[in-house]
């Protein structure tokens, strides 16, 4: 099968930055639940170091807001929920994979 930008393989790990009265971020917590990834959450009005970071990483302030680490370095900030929701979609197998290797490395740090 042809490989697409979506099938990259090379996801390190994922963050959303959000809060919990944003509609947009409220649709795309739900998008997360419906695929059955629990991926890290950042609230920014609970943490100002989380709204710093999405300022200073994505360049403004708007969520939600998905920071995507890949293995080889790179940093991206996918704003929009609707690209967010979409990129998901796409990536969802993918994101597993990396959530179950984080919950097993956690799992390997506390035994
Ligand atoms: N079209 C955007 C709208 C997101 C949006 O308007 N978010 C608001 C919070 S509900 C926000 O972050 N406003 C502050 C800003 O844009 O800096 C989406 O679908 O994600």
Redesign the pocket.
């Given at each position: 099968m042809k490989s697409t930008s979506f099938e990259t393989n090379n996801i390190k790990s994922v963050a959303l930055y959000h809060?919990a009265?944003?509609?947009?971020?409220a649709?795309?917590r739900k998008a997360t639940n419906n695929l059955g990834l629990q991926i890290e959450k950042r609230d920014i009005r609970l943490d100002s170091q989380h709204r710093q970071d999405l300022l200073n990483g994505g360049g403004?302030?708007?969520?939600?807001?998905l920071k995507i680490e890949s293995k080889s370095g790179q940093v991206e900030w996918l704003?929009?929920?609707?690209?967010?929701i979409r990129y998901l979609h796409h990536n969802v197998n993918e994101i597993k994979a990396v959530l179950t290797g984080i919950a097993n490395e956690q799992d390997h740090q506390a035994a």
């Open positions: 809060f009265a944003c509609p947009y971020c649709r795309t403004k302030g708007q969520v939600p807001c704003y929009e929920s609707e690209n967010i």
